[in-house]
C-alpha cells in the first residue's frame, strides 16, 4: 500500500521559509517521479513541482520558479520542497504525491500538510 505522510507545515509569517517533508512508503520510491501540489479551498490542486527518478531533473509551474525547491533523498525514501519568500496567497493544504513524470494524475497524494501564511 503507497503511503506519503507530509510534514513540516505551520504557521509563517509573510516572506518567511518552510521545508516540508514526505516520507513514502509501501513502493519502490526512487522508480517513481514525485511532485508537490497544492489546494485552497474551494480550488483545484495547483502542480508546483515535480522531480525525476533520480532527482536529476525537475520542473516547477512558473508561479513557484525561484521561490520553491523540490529534492528527495532516495537512500532515505523522503521527498523535500523548500518554500521561500512565501506569500499569504501560499497558505494552502500541500501535498506530496506519487506521480508518472509526463501525467497530470494527482491521486495517489499523501493526508497534506497545512501551510499559513499571516503577520
Known amino acids: 500500500e503507497v503511503q506519503l505522510v507530509e510534514s513540516g507545515g505551520g504557521l509563517v509569517q509573510p516572506g518567511g521559509s518552510l521545508t516540508l517533508s514526505c516520507a513514502a512508503s509501501?513502493?519502490?520510491?526512487?522508480?517513481?517521479?514525485m511532485a508537490w501540489v497544492r489546494q485552497t479551498p474551494g480550488k483545484e490542486l495547483e502542480l508546483i513541482a515535480r522531480i525525476s527518478t533520480t532527482g536529476s531533473n525537475s520542473r516547477y509551474s512558473q508561479p513557484f520558479r525561484g521561490r520553491f525547491t523540490i529534492s528527495r533523498d532516495n537512500a532515505n525514501d523522503m521527498l523535500y520542497l523548500r518554500a521561500n519568500s512565501l506569500k499569504i496567497e501560499d497558505t494552502a493544504m500541500y501535498y506530496c504525491?506519487?506521480?508518472?513524470?509526463?501525467?497530470?494524475?494527482?491521486?495517489?497524494r499523501g493526508q497534506g500538510t497545512q501551510v499559513t501564511v499571516s503577520s
Open positions: 509501501g513502493f519502490t520510491f526512487r522508480d517513481y517521479a
Open positions: 504525491v506519487k506521480v508518472i513524470w509526463s501525467s497530470n494524475d494527482f491521486s495517489q
